[in-house]
């Protein structure tokens, strides 16, 4: 009796073009923590929807005196957005929701633009929340809350409106040379 074992061959995997070598994930350890050059815009806006909610409901915990709550609430917040800003939207849940359905529902088909504008926002946000997180801990809720609210506020008018303000910042960081101009920065790779 003859068997006749054969080693699975690798699919081949055809070279990638120029205007498609960055849009695919690199191989191996460093695909853990890769940022797309090109994202959802409107998944980028239905996660700042959930933003602004678990924002909200941090300040409304501390208005209410359930300090643990928000700290908490607050900490989720933070590292929702080091998640995002490390691999967009990867191993975030608020992404992976925004990917998967939510922006799908709310504005049907996805609109791409580039990433590195949003990766930057991304940015902004764990400025704000990592404020906010360590003004909580430090004992001062009220200067906590003021800085989740500018983060509302920033939030609201990427997921309601659609103006990226991080994206704005990125590009006008861009023209006065601070931002390398060769970083793709348009908002509106449709």
Do not use: Y
Not at 30 to 37: C, V
Not at 73 to 89: D, E, I, K, S
Not at 153 to 160: C, R, T
């Amino acid at each position: 009796m003859s068997s006749s074992f054969q080693v699975p061959q690798q699919p081949v995997i055809p070279p990638r073009s120029a205007g498609e070598a960055d849009a695919r994930p690199p191989r191996g350890p460093a695909t853990l923590w890769w940022f797309p050059p090109v994202v959802n815009d409107r998944a980028a806006r239905t996660t700042a929807m959930l933003v602004v909610a678990l924002s909200v409901a941090t300040i409304v915990e501390s208005l209410v005196g359930w300090d643990a709550a928000a700290v908490v609430l607050n900490l989720l917040l933070f590292l929702g957005f080091v998640l995002r800003v490390l691999a967009g939207p990867r191993f975030d849940p608020f992404g992976q929701v925004s990917v998967r359905w939510l922006a799908r529902v709310a504005f049907g088909e996805p609109v791409m633009t580039a990433g590195p504008p949003k990766r930057f926002a991304q940015g902004i946000g764990v400025v704000f929340s990592g404020v906010a997180l360590v003004l909580r801990l430090v004992g001062w809720p009220v200067a906590a809350d003021v800085v989740l609210l500018l983060l509302v506020v920033a939030a609201s008018l990427e997921g309601f409106a659609g103006f990226c303000l991080g994206c704005r910042m990125f590009g006008w960081l861009q023209n006065r040379g601070v931002i390398s101009p060769d970083i793709a920065s348009d908002c509106a790779v449709r």
